[in-house]
């Protein structure tokens, strides 16, 4: 089969690719045909038309030809240039809560120390045992991070995409990603292929996380109805606008 070497591939949107094949025709003469291609629209190919200019010995009636060659090749969004503006927001988020939040259950009473806030002091304690007494509050387990593409319409929705797939593939800490838009199985990322057939979400789900994660939420834009329905200090709404001007995240409240 013509270029069956290409016949099952993945590409990056906006990349130029070139191909190229040996052909053998009926005098067992070897020729190399050479293709170049550039993607311009994510997704999955199932056919690939190609242009075939062919000469006679003398070069004087040239023939053109198409053939529709059957291929499974799959689409993906473009690397984003400026990932690194992207991390730097998750990590600036996970270092602020990275010993978890307050949970307002008293652990314990110890001594006041010099140099510690004098908020804690509990002056009825301290007045019984006639000693500053400090109070102690448990805090939760450091939270685990969810990741989340919610791809509402927006102009910004492909370089949104784009700048999630690139975090995926090359965030250095682990956590936990979901792509929540139209096209895909599930909101579970199952490989990197569910990047090349999302779409933008018709309706507005809520974000499915577990009871220990903080959310980041990657938005192409904010607008007022997802501030309003992530009233949650869990949620953290990063939209592209920000990432891009080095904004900060904007946490729900």
């Not at 190609?50 to 473009?78: K, Y």
């Not at 995409?161 to 895909?184: C, D, K, N, V």
């Not at 979400?201 to 904010?222: A, S, W």
Request: hydrophobic share 40%; aromatic share 14%.
């Amino acid at each position: 089969m013509l270029m069956n070497n290409y016949t099952n591939a993945g590409f990056n949107i906006e990349e130029a690719y070139n191909f190229s094949k040996q052909l053998s025709n009926y005098l067992g003469q070897e020729k190399k045909l050479k293709v170049a291609w550039q993607p311009t629209n994510r997704g999955r190919i199932e056919s690939q038309n190609i242009l075939f200019e062919t000469h006679d010995f003398l070069h004087c009636f040239p023939r053109t030809f198409q053939i529709t060659m059957p291929v499974d090749w799959v689409v993906l969004p473009a690397r984003h240039a400026f990932v690194h503006q992207g991390v730097a927001i998750i990590e600036q988020l996970m270092s602020r809560k990275a010993y978890g939040e307050p949970t307002f259950t008293l652990k314990n009473y110890r001594q006041y120390r010099e140099g510690a806030s004098i908020k804690h002091i509990d002056w009825k304690t301290s007045s019984r045992l006639q000693t500053l007494m400090t109070r102690e509050y448990e805090n939760d387990e450091p939270r685990k991070w969810l990741l989340v593409f919610y791809g509402i319409e927006s102009v910004y929705f492909e370089e949104m995409l784009s700048l999630f797939y690139t975090i995926f593939l090359e965030f250095p800490i682990q956590a936990r990603f979901l792509l929540m838009g139209e096209g895909t199985v599930s909101h579970q990322i199952e490989s990197i292929v569910d990047f090349a057939s999302v779409q933008p979400l018709k309706d507005l789900p809520m974000v499915p996380f577990r009871e220990n994660e903080n959310i980041c939420l990657f938005l192409p834009e904010i607008t007022d109805e997802l501030s309003t329905l992530f009233q949650s200090n869990r949620f953290h709404l990063i939209s592209y606008e920000q990432v891009m001007s080095g904004g900060e995240p904007k946490d729900v409240l």
